[in-house]
């Protein structure tokens, strides 16, 4: 049966370096949304628990149910406000219209757009806005932004970054004691790296880099690996086709294998044109289908993905897409 593999060490080097970098396991906020970026949120949390981490982000109140034994701070992220709030987890404030509509005593963290014009408020909106949070009895618990482009060679990170030393200062200025109840978070994964210090006051969400990738730093470990089982086998003649549409054609006489993983898995659909080069070298030949694909016969087991950079440049998209589309059905095994 098709499987995750997860390497439990790796991952644990990853969280070593993100809290040597900011100088603490506290200040992290794992993201584990959209099934940890695939990786499977309900393996791997225990262990960034054993290592002091207790505040994560999810995208929604179902995620945080399925980890809210795990961890005591729990951030989520896309909530659409319903007077229903869980009084367990933090929501994120993405929207002021959204103020009269959340729970009065519910937990936020205050997003603001410091230029990425995608969620929150606008800077220049702070004081009206605090007011307004005050009023409706809504808990602040912390003030957030997300960077534009922090793994791109322009000024806009540091654009970003001067624009929320400005919300920092205005926030702590308004609410005065009251401000050092409360946590700045700015950094997200490529950020964290490209920053030479962290501020004081500030905790980090990392996401991506702490299975391994990151643009800014090739000292990570992939923790993931996406594996394949042999479920027939056989020899192809010169001129025998192979699968849907008879894409391979073989030239010379090949043993060929089929294995247990496809699109239905949540792998890109591969047409059978170019060549898609499996980590040990050797080529899917034909068409994917929907549950296997075939490939030269490599054996009872195959790795599909070693580090998902490779597909994601066969399929011209990013590391990102390729790993969360893997099917939450896969089973991860923690080794």
């Known amino acids: 049966m098709a499987y995750i593999k997860l390497d439990r060490k790796a ?33 791997l949390a225990p262990i960034a628990r054993a290592k002091g981490i207790n505040f994560i982000a999810v995208k929604n109140e179902c995620e945080a149910t399925q980890l809210q034994d795990i961890f005591d701070n729990i951030l989520i992220l896309s909530h659409i406000p319903n007077f229903n709030e869980n009084d367990k987890f933090i929501y994120a404030l993405n929207d002021k219209r959204d103020i009269k509509k959340i729970k009065t005593n ?15 408020i606008s800077f220049y909106e702070i004081e009206e806005v605090l007011n307004q949070i005050k009023n409706h009895q809504l808990k602040l618990c912390g003030v957030m932004m997300h960077f534009a482009g922090s793994d791109e060679f322009d000024g806009s990170y540091y654009v970003q970054k001067q624009n929320f030393k400005f919300v920092k200062e205005k926030v702590k200025k308004i609410l005065g004691e009251e401000s050092k109840k409360i946590i700045f978070h700015s950094h997200n994964s490529e950020a964290l790296f490209r920053s030479s210090k962290l501020d004081d006051d500030e905790y980090c969400r990392v996401g991506l880099v702490q299975f391994g990738y990151a643009y800014f730093n090739q000292n990570l470990r992939k923790v993931l690996s996406l594996w394949a089982n042999k479920i027939s086998q056989r020899t192809l003649q010169p001129y025998q086709s192979l699968g849907y549409g008879g894409a391979y054609v073989a030239k010379n006489t090949i043993n060929i294998a089929t294995y247990d993983l496809g699109y239905g898995d949540g792998l890109f659909r591969y047409n059978g044109k170019k060549d898609l080069i499996l980590p040990n070298g050797k080529k899917i030949l034909g068409k994917m289908s929907m549950d296997n694909f075939s490939c030269e016969d490599c054996g009872d087991e195959i790795c599909v993905i070693k580090d998902a950079n490779e597909m994601a440049r066969f399929f011209n998209t990013i590391n990102y897409e390729i790993l969360v589309k893997l099917s939450p059905f896969l089973e991860r095994i923690v080794v």
Request: net charge positive; hydrophobic share 35%.
């Open 11 to 43: 991952y644990e080097f990853n969280l070593d370096l993100i809290a040597s970098k900011i100088r603490s396991y506290e200040k992290i906020i794992c993201v584990f949304k959209d099934n940890a970026y695939g990786h499977g949120a309900k393996d």
């Open 106 to 120: 519910t937990k936020i963290h205050l997003v603001v757009d410091t230029n990425m014009h995608r969620n929150g």
